[in-house]
């Protein structure tokens, strides 16, 4: 089983500072790991998602995020945030190897609130 | 465009009522999913299916029900059992572990 835990609830910062939403997650397996956000009232979005390969990962909206497989984060950063980024950013996480039990493994966090303050 | 599509966006329940959900997708995915979204709780997985006829319980299934008898939807009712039904409800779908998940715009139920 996995679990994922997204540190902070609500992340408030200034507009046009940087931000990091910060995410660890737990698993007894190697996982894919995804970073979606969500907007008032619409479903969620995918910002980037980590398979293999480089451990710094691109994503939309100027949005990248670095896996550390040795402290199991991966957390999201932009280097300087806008008022549209205010949202919901969810950290989510799927085992390599599926077994065929359970619930296919798609594990997400609690979600951090960004706040962009004008 | 491909996609997934949920109706209606806003839904009211009567006590005692049943109501359902619709969640429809042309992306030709073999999984589905039914979310729960309760404010800083996240996403509770309620049902899947991973093929067609085939559907398996999630973490909260207790007072919903699915059905999946066509690729295309995978429609959620939300029972009378379903004590506390208010919240905002996720359908999703995905080709395989090593994909993300695609997310339908939501519904949100409300009791009246």
């Known amino acids: 089983a996995q679990s994922v835990t997204q540190l902070d609830s609500q992340v408030p910062v200034f507009e046009e500072a940087p931000v990091e939403l910060r995410c660890n997650y737990s698993?007894?397996?190697?996982?894919?790991l995804f970073w979606y956000v969500q907007y008032p009232n619409q479903g969620l979005q995918l910002l980037l998602k980590?398979?293999?390969?480089?451990?710094l990962v691109k994503g939309i909206n100027g949005f990248e995020a670095e896996f550390n497989k040795s402290q199991t984060s991966f957390h999201l950063r932009k280097p300087s945030v806008h008022i549209s980024d205010t949202a919901e950013y969810f950290c989510?996480?799927?085992?390599?190897?599926?077994?065929?039990?359970?619930?296919?493994?798609?594990?997400f966090g609690k979600g951090t609130h960004l706040i962009i303050q004008p | 465009d491909g996609g997934i599509t949920q109706s209606p966006k806003y839904l009211f329940r009567k006590e005692g009522q049943n109501v359902t959900l619709s969640c429809e997708q042309n992306?030709?995915?073999?999984?589905m999913y039914w979310y729960r979204q309760d404010p800083g709780q996240g996403l509770r997985l309620i049902y899947y299916?991973?093929?067609?006829?085939?559907?398996q319980k999630g973490d909260i299934a207790e007072g919903y029900s699915v059905s999946r008898e066509k690729k295309e939807s995978f429609p959620l009712t939300v029972t009378s059992a379903q004590k506390n039904p208010t919240a905002f409800y996720l359908c999703?779908?995905?080709?395989?572990?090593?994909?993300?998940?695609?997310f339908g715009d939501g519904t949100r139920l409300s009791i009246l």
């Open positions: 992306l030709n995915h073999d999984a």
């Open positions: 999703a779908s995905r080709w395989g572990v090593d994909q993300p998940q695609h």
């Open positions: 299916s991973q093929i067609v006829n085939d559907f």
């Open positions: 989510a996480v799927s085992p390599l190897l599926y077994s065929g039990g359970g619930a296919d493994g798609l594990t």
């Open positions: 980590y398979l293999s390969g480089s451990t």
């Open positions: 698993s007894s397996v190697s996982v894919y």
